[in-house]
């Protein structure tokens, strides 16, 4: 990468740019649903191995930033329930509504009233955590 491409990556980085509107229109969200590279199975199944070490009942699991749902939905099967939450309705729209035990959101990483205190297993966040916040 040369120094030029650095700083372009810095810049779009940084906290003075408003990363919940990277994705806004349809069509860019069903084509990052369409060729965005998966995670494998095997990830999935690390991450619940680990949490079952100290959970061996694995209750809910929530993806913030989840984009149309990749990282999300490979805990359904090792999760009784899958929430995933991204502040893009159009990643949210390309999201399935058909399994039953998981649901996609729309909502903000740092306000999630519709999550209750202390009934999270797994928290976590595929590729979108450093688009969060810093200062929250
Ligand atoms: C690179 S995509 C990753 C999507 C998915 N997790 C994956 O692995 O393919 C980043 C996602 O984070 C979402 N996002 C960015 N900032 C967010 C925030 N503060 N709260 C919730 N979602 C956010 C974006 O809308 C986008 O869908």
């Not at 084509?31 to 009942?57: H, N, Q, V, W």
């Not at 976590?124 to 916040?133: D, I, R, T």
């Amino acid at each position: 990468m040369s120094a030029t491409e650095v700083a372009m990556a810095r810049a779009i980085m940084s906290d003075s740019v408003d990363k919940t509107k990277m994705y806004v229109s349809l069509d860019q969200s069903k084509a990052y649903s369409e060729f965005r590279p998966r995670y494998s199975e095997e990830l999935f199944k690390t991450i619940a191995d680990y949490c079952r070490e100290t959970m061996p009942d694995l209750g809910l699991a929530v993806d913030v930033g989840c984009g149309p749902g990749m990282s999300t939905l490979g805990f359904c099967k090792y999760f009784k329930k899958v929430i995933g939450i991204d502040v893009s309705e159009t990643q949210i729209a390309c999201a399935p509504k058909d399994v039953a035990n998981c649901e996609f959101k729309v909502g903000y990483s740092h306000q999630l009233p519709f999550i209750k205190s202390k009934s999270v297993d797994l928290f976590c966040s595929g590729e979108s955590f450093n688009l969060m916040p810093e200062k929250e």
